[in-house]
């Protein structure tokens, strides 16, 4: 029998499954998704249809509806013309936003958003001069918060106390202008508006019905800054996606996939390893907030130890002297209420590998 040792484990997740709520295709670099709860980004997912595997840096929930311009924007004194001009993606999928001659503020907005109270947000477009410099964004909750941004210099002119503006120069004319607040408690209205001026400081003009702005790819998301676009070209809120993706990781190759198909995060995902190790022991220290659970797996996601802690209990096993044997790995598939815990395995020596 071998020396024992404490082997470091990984932590994994129970299996997570969802579906792709729309078809993609092999280069697009987002993945819409039914549902993004319990997913994780330190754990790569799988399309079953395809066997495709993919990584992502960030989970986005999209709120605005039609982010195309085509529906759901209600235009507040300008004309809106759609395929306008090239976009910074290379496609000619801008929209142009023309203030008319009405004296007084100009802009589009969408209403009644599902935005919760005391909660981090950040609104986000991209935008380019068309005649006209300014930009503003405004979000009502129910007080107006307006962030104010100048698409000639490339700079952030103004924006409230507690809340964070940013400008990311995309090349070719284009910005992304952001705005980060936290909502307050309650919260009401939910209103987004996205406006024109005719330079970075004046909002309440007369138009020409020539110049305004171009604009694109509009992103409402409950985050602490503006993450990869998430398109939404339905009238639904909350509308979730895997978004920043890497498409064919592990060998695999980017391909299409319909709405329906299964995604799934399992254990195995994690790692090659693929060898017996034999558990000797367990210790667990739970947190005190209720009964802990820890439960054991092998990297096909199958469980092998599942240990019980009554609430405030340290708890140390030792196993008989065979212990368990794992033939594909020891992960770690579920954590209750546990501030620590130590899996002590027996040592494992083989060709290229050290003790």
Known sequence: MGSVNTQATRSTLLSVDTTLSADITPTQNYIPVASTTNFSTSVVAEIESTNEVVSFDTITTQILRYTDFTLAWILRRVTKTLNAGTAPDGTN???????????????????????????????????????????????????????????????????????????????????????????????????????????????????????????????????????????????????????????????????????????????YALSSVDMPIRLRAISVSPDGTGAARLTLCDNNGDTLCDVDIPDGKNYTLNLPEDGIIFPNGIFVSNTDNITAYTVYTEKYSGPSLTS
């Not at 001069?129 to 918060?145: A, E, F, I, W």
């Not at 305004?212 to 790819?217: C, D, K």
């Open 93 to 267: 999928t801008a929209t142009s936003i023309v203030p008319t001659i009405d004296n007084n503020n100009h802009k589009i907005d969408q209403t009644s958003l599902p935005l919760s109270s005391s909660t981090e947000y950040t609104f986000s477009v991209y935008a380019k001069q068309n005649g006209y410099t300014g930009l503003s964004l405004t979000v009502q909750v129910p007080l107006n918060t307006v962030a104010t941004f100048d698409l000639d210099s490339g700079s952030v002119v103004s924006v409230p106390s507690g809340v964070t503006g940013n400008i990311q120069d995309v090349g070719n004319g284009w910005f992304r202008c952001s705005m980060t607040l936290t909502t307050p408690n309650p919260t009401s209205s939910n209103n987004a508006f996205i406006g024109v001026g005719s330079d970075s400081s004046t909002f309440s003009f007369a138009g020409n019905t020539t110049d305004g702005i171009l604009i694109w790819s509009p992103q409402f998301e409950p985050s602490s800054n503006a993450t990869g676009f998430l398109p939404n070209e339905t009238n639904s809120n909350n509308y979730p996606g895997l978004t920043t993706v890497t498409r064919g990781v592990n060998g695999t190759t980017a391909q299409a996939a319909s709405s329906g198909d299964s995604i799934q995060q399992l254990p």
